[in-house]
T-cell receptor, first 113, second 109 residues
Framework: DAEITQSPRHKITETGRQVTLACHQT?????MFWYRQDLGHGLRLIHY???????NKGEVSDGYSVSRSNTEDLPLTLESAASSQTSVYFC????????????FGEGSRLTVL | DAKTTQPNSMESNEEEPVHLPCNHS???????IHWYRQLPSQGPEYVIH???SNVNNRMASLAIAEDRKSSTLILHRATLRDAAVYYC??????????FGKGTRLHILP
């Protein structure tokens, strides 16, 4: 069955280190999204992509970057991790741009010490 | 900012219907109304969506007001497994997909 997977599921890192969270989907969806969710809050959009080589900034993109070199993957990179980036990160994909059903991964919990 | 307004929390008794409201007074003609829910410690999952007409699927029903400025997600017979945060969001081709804070639904046994 097609799916969307995130790795690692849990990571602890130190302030200032570079961290990359992986997102891989096997639906062949063009559209992929990264969200963060802080304790007790809703989801906030970080970056999104509508296809290979396309990337766009979301609501809270400062300190994050993404690249889309193929359809299946949208890795999220924190260039210099900060404690404020401690959060749960969710990746999602969809087929129809912005109006199709969103499929979410199980989340990656990142702790920055 | 999210374009929808939902109550912060609601309670319902097990095995009774639940009506979750959502206001979207600034909805445009091309906005689809989507509902997602997030169970504890999981990623959000799709529930239902619609444009103008009421919709039914195996999980729920979506009732859309005639002027489209509000909608209601209906769970016909709530179970304890329906306890979650429910998000109502408006999606169109050109806007970013923005989630609000949703409604936390508590189910009482």
């Amino acid at each position: 069955d097609a799916e969307i997977t995130q790795s690692p599921r849990h990571k602890i890192t130190e302030t200032g280190r570079q961290v990359t969270l992986a997102c891989h989907q096997t639906w062949n969806h063009n559209n992929m999204f990264w969200y963060r969710q802080d304790l007790g809050h809703g989801l906030r959009l970080i970056h999104y992509s509508y296809g290979v080589q396309d990337t766009n900034k979301g609501e809270v993109s400062d300190g994050y970057s993404v690249s889309r070199s193929n359809t299946e993957d949208l890795p999220l990179t924190l260039e210099s991790a900060a404690s404020s980036q401690t959060s749960v990160y969710f990746c999602a994909s969809s087929d129809i741009r912005n109006t199709g059903e969103l499929f979410f991964g199980e989340g990656s919990r990142l702790t920055v010490l | 900012d999210a374009k929808t307004t939902q109550p912060n929390s609601m309670e319902s008794n097990e095995e009774e219907p639940v009506h979750l409201p959502c206001n979207h007074s600034t909805i445009s003609g091309t906005d689809y109304i989507h509902w997602y829910r997030q169970l504890p410690s999981q990623g959000p999952e799709y529930v239902i969506h619609g444009l103008t007409s009421n919709v039914n699927n195996r999980m729920a029903s979506l009732a859309i007001a005639e002027d489209r400025k509000s909608s209601t997600l209906i769970l016909h017979r709530a179970t304890l497994r329906d306890a979650a945060v429910y998000y109502c969001i408006l999606l169109n081709r050109d806007d970013k997909i923005i989630f609000g804070k949703g409604t936390r639904l508590h189910i009482l046994p």
